[in-house]
């Protein structure tokens, strides 16, 4: 099932389409000074593309993120997203995924930013909420119309750069603000599913932890019932739920992302690859490299570069 996002035409005088356009212009700015990261604001992430661009395997992590210009495509699982400038992204668990960037040309760069979320600061403004409900949604990726107010918090952000004194006291303060904003848009019910105290949810989150953490071990749905604390059955129908995949498919296409950042980062050759993220045989895990990706590690690995090499420049 295929989901396209279209959001109002945003002209140059409209409030939010004026934001957008700053905001594209700050991070234009940004990136081409300090780079996609900016450690002195934790989880900051910009992105500024001026190629076409398809990653086939990564991951996205707890995160609210903002399309400032262009379009992107998604998969997760069976379902793919489609949006463009002005959407809200917010991500409600470390899930893998598939993209490409639509569209994009020199003249038509790609323009977005993302902020990691704090699972405290979600548990925290969640629980000073005055209504308590039981929340069910399993809805991992959400897609909204960017507020004027979570515009705004990232202009202010970004804004903190050029006044680094001013990053401790005030910078927490929009980021808190931004959480809260996550959580009341469309994306809250799954936040809440997953970072409310005693949510089924937090267990689901609590297995995925460990898997990231484990990726490399063999495991059993017994050993992930115990860190969830819940029977083998409900483990895999609420695993299956939240990220669309079983434990061990998961765990396969985290072996295999690992996998290709490892060799992207050049830390060793195909078969030192296979056995650092865990795997006994490099035969089979060449075997699932090109099932997954359609293409060998080797040459996945060149596409991988090319494309970063010409997204950058």
């Given at each position: 099932m295929?989901?396209t996002?279209?959001?109002?035409?945003?002209?140059?005088?409209?409030?939010?389409g004026v934001?957008l356009?700053n905001?594209?212009?700050?991070?234009?700015?940004?990136?081409l000074?300090?780079?996609?990261?900016?450690?002195r604001?934790?989880g900051?992430?910009?992105s500024?593309?001026?190629t076409?661009?398809?990653?086939p395997?990564?991951?996205?992590v707890?995160?609210v993120g903002l399309?400032?210009?262009?379009?992107?495509h998604l998969n997760i699982?069976?379902?793919s997203?489609?949006y463009?400038?002005?959407?809200?992204i917010?991500?409600?668990?470390?899930?893998?995924?598939?993209?490409?960037?639509?569209?994009?040309t020199?003249s038509?760069?790609?323009?977005s930013?993302?902020l990691?979320?704090?699972?405290?600061i979600?548990?925290e403004?969640?629980?000073?909420?005055s209504?308590a409900s039981?929340?069910k949604?399993?809805e991992?990726?959400?897609i909204?119309?960017?507020?004027?107010e979570?515009?705004?918090?990232?202009?202010r952000?970004?804004?903190l750069?050029?006044?680094p004194?001013?990053?401790?006291?005030r910078?927490?303060?929009l980021?808190?603000?931004i959480?809260?904003l996550?959580?009341?848009?469309?994306a809250?019910?799954?936040?809440?599913?997953l970072y409310?105290?005693?949510?089924?949810g937090q267990?689901?989150r609590?297995v995925?932890?460990?898997?990231?953490?484990?990726?490399?071990?063999?495991?059993?749905i017994e050993q992930?019932?115990?860190v969830a604390?819940?029977?083998?059955?409900?483990l895999h129908r609420h695993?299956?739920?939240?990220?669309?995949?079983?434990?061990?498919q998961y765990?396969?296409?985290?072996?295999l992302?690992?996998?290709q950042?490892?060799?992207?980062?050049?830390d060793?050759?195909v078969n030192s690859?296979a056995?650092?993220?865990?795997y006994?045989?490099?035969?089979?895990?060449?075997?699932?490299?090109?099932k997954f990706f359609g293409i060998?590690p080797?040459?996945s690995?060149?596409?991988?570069?090319?494309?970063?090499l010409s997204s950058?420049a």
């Amino acid at each position: 099932m295929t989901t396209t996002q279209s959001w109002p035409s945003l002209s140059e005088t409209d409030e939010r389409g004026v934001l957008l356009r700053n905001l594209a212009d700050r991070v234009h700015r940004i990136v081409l000074t300090s780079g996609e990261w900016d450690s002195r604001i934790p989880g900051l992430h910009l992105s500024y593309v001026q190629t076409p661009y398809k990653v086939p395997n990564c991951f996205y992590v707890l995160s609210v993120g903002l399309i400032l210009q262009g379009r992107k495509h998604l998969n997760i699982g069976k379902d793919s997203y489609e949006y463009g400038a002005g959407s809200m992204i917010v991500t409600s668990v470390d899930m893998p995924t598939s993209y490409e960037l639509l569209d994009v040309t020199p003249s038509n760069p790609f323009i977005s930013l993302s902020l990691k979320l704090n699972p405290a600061i979600l548990a925290e403004i969640i629980s000073s909420e005055s209504t308590a409900s039981e929340h069910k949604s399993n809805e991992v990726f959400s897609i909204d119309w960017a507020t004027q107010e979570l515009l705004e918090d990232f202009d202010r952000l970004l804004r903190l750069l050029e006044r680094p004194q001013q990053i401790e006291t005030r910078a927490p303060l929009l980021i808190k603000d931004i959480h809260y904003l996550a959580l009341a848009g469309t994306a809250g019910e799954s936040l809440r599913s997953l970072y409310a105290p005693g949510a089924v949810g937090q267990r689901i989150r609590r297995v995925i932890h460990w898997m990231r953490e484990n990726f490399r071990e063999p495991i059993t749905i017994e050993q992930l019932s115990d860190v969830a604390g819940m029977s083998s059955t409900t483990l895999h129908r609420h695993f299956k739920a939240f990220t669309s995949l079983s434990p061990v498919q998961y765990q396969k296409r985290l072996r295999l992302y690992e996998a290709q950042q490892f060799l992207i980062r050049g830390d060793g050759d195909v078969n030192s690859a296979a056995y650092a993220v865990g795997y006994q045989s490099p035969q089979q895990f060449n075997r699932d490299y090109k099932k997954f990706f359609g293409i060998t590690p080797g040459k996945s690995t060149k596409n991988m570069k090319r494309n970063l090499l010409s997204s950058m420049a």
